[in-house]
């Protein structure tokens, strides 16, 4: 079992819970992880759970950061499981915590748990909250694929939680975007962000940029995603220039079964199917 990391520290009270997924044969060496946001200051504040999988490495590392029975606030960014995996046992170790959903989003979360409704404080795109003493809007990202989705701004830190947007399969960890080869952050954002969002290519350009201006206008000085690298400052402009590009993208055809067979002949030394 490869060694839990350490949360990484992206500011004295902000810590981002490094969560990698298992690379699989078909990654082709990249690794994307399903991280999740810890503020400690004030009443903690904890963005997404990631997946089950990654079960004891985000309790070490929550652990790390604060005691669980102090967690008071969970902002989910939308129901997907790599987002909602260790939800059910958060509610039970951490019972002073309220999770920030909507209403829409609740619903969907009760398919797969027990949510009730005296722990839920609801917060839809566009409204502004003070939990705990903390600033914070709620803004669905450009991309994204789920209807529930919204990301997270913290006002005094300027820090914008993006849910699955701003994405990137690593081809090794880094400690922000900065650090990748510009080719290969700026191919591997438009290649993400092509399956994670298809529907792009549909939408009218207008109202596109008018999406990323949204969160343009915030002048963010932190980009977090759950499924890449962090973008300070310096690169932030070019991250928003990247996403207004995505509707001049190609859709790229799927891999289909013949691909699957070879790599089933390489890893296993299965006869690939004629
Ligand atoms: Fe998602
Ligand atoms: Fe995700």
Same mark, same amino acid.
């Given at each position: 079992m490869p060694p839990i990391p350490l949360p990484q520290a992206l500011g004295p009270d902000l810590h981002l819970l490094r969560l990698p997924t298992e690379p699989s044969p078909d990654d082709d060496g990249l690794v994307l992880p399903a991280d999740a946001l810890v503020w400690r200051d004030g009443e903690p504040l904890l963005v997404d759970t990631g997946g089950a999988r990654s079960a004891a490495s985000f309790w070490a590392? &929550?652990?790390?950061?604060? @005691?669980?029975? @102090? &967690? %008071?606030?969970?902002? &989910?960014?939308? @129901? @997907? +499981?790599d987002h909602t995996g260790n939800l059910a046992t958060l509610l039970e170790r951490c019972p002073a915590a309220t999770v920030v959903t909507t209403q829409l989003l609740g619903r969907r979360l009760r398919a797969s748990l027990e949510l009730p409704l005296e722990r839920c404080r609801w917060l839809n795109d566009g409204e502004r909250a003070? &939990? /705990? /003493? %903390?600033?914070v809007v709620a803004l669905q990202p450009p991309a994204y694929d789920g209807p529930a989705t919204r990301g997270l701004f913290d006002e005094a830190t300027g820090t914008y939680w993006a849910a699955d947007c701003f994405g990137v399969a690593l081809p090794h960890p880094v400690a922000d975007a900065s650090q990748l080869d510009l080719d290969v952050w700026e191919h591997g954002t438009l290649a993400y962000h092509r399956l994670l969002a298809p529907w792009v290519l549909d939408v009218d350009r207008r109202r596109w940029h008018r999406a990323v201006d949204r969160l343009r206008s915030l002048a963010p000085r932190l980009i977090l995603g759950a499924h890449g +690298?962090?973008?300070r400052r310096p690169d932030v402009a070019r991250a928003l220039d990247l996403l207004d590009e995505l509707p001049d993208q190609r859709a790229e055809p799927a891999p289909d079964q013949a691909v699957l067979e070879r790599l089933l002949a390489e890893v296993h030394g299965l006869p690939a199917a004629g």
């Open positions: 590392q &929550l652990e790390a950061v604060l @005691d669980p029975v @102090d &967690l %008071r606030w969970v902002f &989910l960014s939308h @129901d @997907d +499981a003070d &939990l /705990g /003493g %903390r600033t +690298a962090p973008i």
